[in-house]
């Protein structure tokens, strides 16, 4: 079994920083890629970023220059520096990972997600 566990949420002002982080745990193999989804009350999910095991990087325009993903191999974690955070980036951030368990399966795994409010 592999779960993903977030933390790192909360509540700050406009124009405030704040760093999300995931761990990934169970019976893994390798992790091909992970990442970071949220969804606003409302709305659809959407990818905010997501980050390869070789580092390659992708970003939703409405972030790039103020969010940055990184991910430490090793461990199994992904962090998102989140800057300059706006009111419209207030959702449920859930952590995802595309992982190969040590029984060869692929698995698409999400975490339960953290919560992000910006108040204005």
């Known amino acids: 079994q592999v779960q993903l566990v977030e933390s790192g949420g909360g509540l700050v002002q406009a124009g405030g920083s704040l760093r999300l982080s995931c761990a990934a745990s169970g019976s893994i193999f390798s992790i091909a890629s992970m990442g970071w989804y949220r969804q606003a009350l409302g709305k659809q999910r959407e990818l905010v970023a997501t980050?390869?095991?070789?580092?390659?990087?992708n970003y939703a325009d409405s972030v790039k220059g103020r969010f940055t993903i990184s991910r430490d191999i090793a461990k199994n974690t992904v962090n998102l520096q989140m800057n300059t955070l706006k009111p419209e980036d207030t959702a449920l951030y859930y952590c995802n990972a595309l992982i190969v368990t040590r029984s060869l399966y692929r698995m698409d795994v999400w975490g339960n997600g953290t919560l992000v409010t910006v108040s204005s």
């Open positions: 980050i390869t095991s070789g580092g390659n990087t």
